[in-house]
């Protein structure tokens, strides 16, 4: 089992910026690639950003390509998720997941997930 936990979400303005952050129980975080997701209300969870296990490949959703950067620490067993130009779009509950393969985008390969952190962008 890995336990994800997931920090940094807020309330920000339209064209602001957050960093997210997910930190893993494990000391093999290694060995796992690292998903974020969100969820609006309403609608299907969806892939926004994924990172290989060392970091030398990632993966971006084109709703968030060229503001958004995802990168980990593996010696401190933490993901980050950092988000420019937010848009109102942007809101919702993101989640930090990890994944034995080397990189997936899609949900139902992720075999762990986090409890999940609210970003809300106002207009």
């Known amino acids: 089992q890995v336990q994800l936990v997931e920090s940094g979400g807020g309330l920000v303005q339209a064209g602001g910026s957050l960093r997210l952050a997910c930190a893993a129980s494990?000391?093999?975080?290694?060995?796992?690639?690292m998903g974020w997701f969100r969820q609006a209300p309403g609608k299907e969870r969806e892939f926004v950003a994924a990172i290989s296990w060392s970091g030398g490949s990632t993966s971006y959703a084109d709703s968030v390509k060229g503001r958004t950067t995802i990168s980990r620490d593996n010696a401190k067993n933490t993901v980050f998720l950092q988000m420019n130009s937010l848009k109102p779009e942007d809101t919702a509950v993101y989640y930090c997941?990890?994944?034995?393969?080397?990189?997936?985008?899609?949900?139902?390969?992720?075999?762990?997930w986090g409890q999940g952190t609210q970003v809300t962008v106002s207009s």
């Open positions: 997941a990890a994944t034995v393969r080397f990189i997936a985008t899609a949900v139902a390969t992720y075999d762990y």
């Open positions: 494990r000391p093999t975080f290694g060995n796992y690639g």
